[in-house]
T-cell receptor, first 115, second 112 residues
């Protein structure tokens, strides 16, 4: 299993540009998550999905969009990039076993800089 | 609502010394508690978790944590630090639902 994969690893955007961060998992997990990590702030949840076709907002959804057309893929879209979106983005997935006590599995991250 | 507070954003320990990372949480329902570790330029990996049962939880790499309900704490310890323990550590709480709430993280520096 490759686990959770993310592309690209690094990206520099200009203000106002758009891009999609890709996330895929091959573990047949129902739940998938997008977080952003800023220094000293821990991880903040952007969006999450409990299954194909179902998504919901997290703590910091503004400026982002997601879709979940398959179990494997959960892309994150930035429509109009702003400097405040400079961050490291992590995708994670979780199986649907016992519930909130199950471990989330993380991808390696995408480091995004908006100039 | 749930929240997590990690005391100390940076901790410096000598090799061979005790590692103690503090985590306090708030949750309106019985919590699930996690410690994750992040090595430089990598994603997060699970160290250990508490769901139910024994309150002293053992994890990978010699780490353990104790759930103390009366103190709403889940502190992480390791008796003897190794250079490879240099990383950032995150405490997280999950409750009835699908989401985790993370603390701000504690970066551990190990001095030779």
């Amino acid at each position: 299993n490759a686990g959770v994969t993310q592309t690209p690893k690094f990206r520099i955007l200009k203000i106002g540009q758009s891009m999609t961060l890709q996330c895929a998992q091959d573990m047949n997990h129902n739940y998938m998550y997008w977080y952003r990590q800023d220094p000293g702030m821990g991880l903040k949840l952007i969006y999450y999905s409990v299954g194909a076709g179902i998504t919901d907002k997290g703590e910091v959804p503004n400026g982002y969009n997601v879709s979940r057309s398959t179990t494997e893929d959960f892309p994150l879209r930035l429509e109009l990039a702003a400097p405040s979106q400079t961050s490291v983005y992590f995708c994670a997935s979780r199986p649907r076993k016992t519930g909130a006590g199950d471990e989330q599995f993380f991808g390696p991250g995408t480091r995004l800089t908006v100039l | 609502a749930q929240s997590v507070t990690q005391l100390g954003s940076h901790v410096s320990v000598s090799e061979g010394a005790l590692v103690l990372l503090r985590c306090n949480y708030s949750s309106s329902v019985p919590p699930y508690l996690f410690w994750y570790v992040q090595y430089p330029n990598q994603g997060l990996q699970l160290l250990l978790k508490y769901t139910t049962g024994a309150t002293l939880v053992k994890g990978i790499n010699g780490f353990e944590a104790e759930f103390k309900k009366s103190e709403t704490s889940f502190h992480l310890t390791k008796p003897s630090a190794h250079m490879s323990d240099a990383a950032e550590y995150f405490c997280a709480v999950g409750a009835a639902g699908n989401k985790l709430t993370f603390g701000g993280g504690t970066r551990v520096l190990v001095k030779p």
